[in-house]
């Protein structure tokens, strides 16, 4: 095929590509979006944020199923894992479907196979040259393994998690960041015995402290064992089982389990695409970025978990491809304030944050103020049958800093957060707004009560 020549050529179809290129059109730019995969959606679509919440979805139902005598319901209930996969993978096609329409409609360009950068800058796609007055770098990351550890049926990442033939009695779990934790509220939910293995000295280690403990205590009450501060020296699939070493100070331990899954991060898609080669600088292995996203060619951007910014989510990837199409239009945008994004963890129970920890706090030299409330103080949280806590942070005699949630469903309450920290409001602010009663959005409103010296359902 000839030359072809596109306003905005974009590598990569996951979240911050395809929102990038889907902004982009609709600002009247000639768009054309390359991807490898046959389907649209990339990690997070296809084997990363909607599977696995579709599959802890299925864990909560188990779970109240159990409990359902709590709530004056006789039920039993067990798991069918095909048709848990089959609930998955409905939720993906259907949501991958409405993408692809979307994206037809806004008249992108899809064009399917590896890209490679070249200079101009181009993209080279099987053969196919494709001409870009800006090329944007969304290639996205991969599920990062421990040294010497090789994917086998019983040692997976949370990419073969999604896939297997099988659900295990037991599980140990390397890693206890987002989706080591997950996966280890999912396998328990469907009845694993689940061990967790965290070289940090905490679960959730970039949660503030206190939430850290409280989530190690409703892991304790829910038999999920948790070794923190340890290293593991070996995994071994033994055919029938899982051997995993692990050492703890001097001492080494080995457990047995029938599955192991490696969760201690995810590492940049930044190898053999034709970055370095091309001029791109990088940053260890991401490709290193200013604050509009800029790489060091010009004309060539990097978003998403690619690039060398500090988060690596869906939802900074959808913001991050929306700003660059963006600028690349001739708008000038605010640069992304990081320390703004809502961190949330679907695990049982929910973890939620967003704004500084109170130790990122302190050590910035901020005077504090904080609150805690526990959610046994709300009627609606009495009512689903779980507790947790909300701590808000504020400057003293100032703005709220942080606001720090755990418990049933506040990473859909961390949103009411992110408006109150990144609009600066003060503790009064929130206190003077009257919350619907019984919600689970009380949380905040009490709390903010009581940071404002006039608690209610607090002594």
Same mark, same amino acid.
């Given at each position: 095929?000839?030359?072809?020549?596109?306003?905005?050529?974009?590598?990569?179809?996951?979240?911050?590509?395809?929102?990038?290129?889907?902004?982009?059109?609709?600002?009247?730019?000639?768009?054309?979006?390359?991807?490898?995969?046959?389907?649209?959606?990339?990690?997070?679509?296809?084997?990363?944020?909607?599977?696995?919440?579709?599959?802890?979805?299925?864990?909560?139902?188990?779970?109240?199923?159990?409990?359902?005598?709590?709530?004056?319901?006789?039920?039993?209930?067990?798991?069918?894992?095909?048709?848990?996969?089959?609930?998955?993978?409905?939720?993906?096609?259907?949501?991958?479907?409405?993408?692809?329409?979307?994206?037809?409609?806004?008249?992108?360009?899809?064009?399917?196979?590896?890209?490679?950068?070249?200079?101009?800058?181009?993209?080279?796609?099987?053969?196919?040259?494709?001409?870009?007055?800006?090329?944007?770098?969304?290639?996205?990351?991969?599920?990062?393994?421990?040294?010497?550890?090789?994917?086998?049926?019983?040692?997976?990442?949370?990419?073969?998690?999604?896939?297997?033939?099988?659900?295990?009695?037991?599980?140990?779990?390397?890693?206890?960041?987002?989706?080591? /934790?997950? &996966? @280890?509220?999912?396998?328990?939910?469907? =009845?694993?015995? $689940?061990?967790?293995?965290? %070289?940090?000295?905490?679960? +959730?280690?970039?949660?503030?402290?206190?939430?850290?403990?409280?989530?190690?205590?409703?892991?304790?009450?829910?038999?999920?064992?948790?070794?923190?501060?340890?290293?593991?020296?070996?995994?071994?699939?033994?055919?029938?089982?899982?051997?995993?070493?692990?050492?703890?100070?001097?001492?080494?331990?080995?457990?047995?389990?029938?599955?192991?899954?490696?969760?201690?991060?995810?590492?940049?898609?930044?190898?053999?695409?034709?970055?370095?080669?091309?001029?791109?600088?990088?940053?260890?292995?991401?490709?290193?970025?200013?604050?509009?996203?800029?790489?060091?060619?010009?004309?060539?951007?990097?978003?998403?978990?690619?690039?060398?910014?500090? /988060?690596? &989510? @869906?939802?900074?990837?959808?913001?991050? =491809?929306?700003? $660059?199409?963006?600028?690349? %239009?001739?708008?000038?945008? +605010?640069?992304?304030?990081?320390?703004?994004?809502?961190?949330?963890?679907?695990?049982?129970?929910?973890?939620?944050?967003?704004?500084?920890?109170?130790?990122?706090?302190?050590?910035?030299?901020?005077?504090?103020?904080?609150?805690?409330?526990?959610?046994?103080?709300?009627?609606?949280?009495?009512?689903?049958?779980?507790?947790?806590?909300?701590?808000?942070?504020?400057?003293?005699?100032?703005?709220?800093?942080?606001?720090?949630?755990?418990?049933?469903?506040?990473?859909?309450?961390?949103?009411?957060?992110?408006?109150?920290?990144?609009?600066?409001?003060?503790?009064?602010?929130?206190?003077?707004?009257?919350?619907?009663?019984?919600?689970?959005?009380?949380?905040?409103?009490?709390?903010?009560?009581?940071?404002?010296?006039?608690?209610?359902?607090? %002594?």
């Amino acid at each position: 095929m000839g030359d072809e020549s596109y306003d905005l050529v974009v590598l990569g179809g996951g979240p911050g590509g395809y929102a990038c290129a889907m902004r982009a059109a609709e600002l009247g730019k000639r768009v054309a979006l390359i991807e490898k995969d046959p389907r649209l959606g990339g990690t997070c679509l296809l084997r990363g944020c909607i599977p696995t919440k579709a599959l802890l979805r299925s864990a909560e139902v188990l779970d109240y199923v159990r409990r359902s005598e709590e709530w004056g319901v006789k039920a039993s209930g067990e798991p069918d894992w095909e048709g848990i996969r089959a609930y998955q993978s409905k939720i993906v096609d259907k949501l991958v479907t409405g993408l692809t329409g979307i994206v037809k409609s806004r008249k992108i360009e899809v064009i399917q196979g590896e890209g490679r950068l070249r200079p101009g800058p181009q993209i080279e796609v099987d053969g196919r040259t494709i001409q870009a007055a800006d090329v944007v770098l969304a290639t996205g990351s991969f599920p990062k393994m421990l040294p010497d550890v090789q994917i086998s049926e019983r040692v997976v990442t949370s990419d073969q998690a999604l896939t297997l033939e099988f659900l295990p009695a037991s599980a140990v779990v390397v890693g206890a960041g987002a989706v080591g /934790l997950e &996966f @280890a509220s999912f396998y328990r939910s469907m =009845g694993a015995e $689940v061990t967790i293995l965290e %070289a940090d000295s905490r679960l +959730a280690p970039l949660e503030d402290e206190e939430m850290s403990k409280e989530l190690a205590r409703a892991f304790r009450r829910r038999g999920i064992q948790s070794k923190t501060g340890v290293s593991v020296d070996g995994v071994a699939d033994r055919g029938d089982h899982v051997e995993v070493a692990y050492r703890d100070g001097a001492a080494t331990t080995a457990i047995k389990s029938e599955l192991c899954l490696i969760a201690v991060g995810r590492g940049p898609m930044s190898d053999g695409i034709g970055y370095e080669e091309t001029g791109v600088e990088l940053d260890r292995v991401f490709v290193k970025v200013n604050g509009t996203l800029a790489t060091t060619v010009p004309h060539v951007w990097a978003i998403g978990d690619v690039a060398s910014t500090p /988060l690596q &989510f @869906a939802h900074v990837a959808f913001a991050e =491809g929306i700003s $660059v199409a963006e600028r690349t %239009a001739g708008l000038d945008p +605010a640069e992304i304030d990081y320390v703004g994004v809502p961190r949330v963890t679907f695990c049982t129970p929910e973890v939620a944050s967003v704004g500084l920890t109170e130790a990122q706090a302190l050590e910035r030299g901020y005077l504090l103020e904080v609150e805690r409330f526990s959610l046994q103080g709300l009627g609606k949280a009495n009512i689903i049958g779980e507790g947790g806590m909300t701590k808000l942070i504020a400057e003293k005699d100032g703005p709220m800093l942080g606001i720090h949630m755990i418990g049933p469903r506040v990473t859909d309450l961390i949103s009411e957060a992110m408006l109150t920290t990144n609009w600066e409001a003060l503790p009064v602010d929130i206190a003077t707004l009257i919350h619907p009663h019984p919600t689970m959005g009380e949380a905040i409103g009490e709390a903010a009560l009581a940071l404002a010296g006039k608690p209610l359902h607090t %002594a």
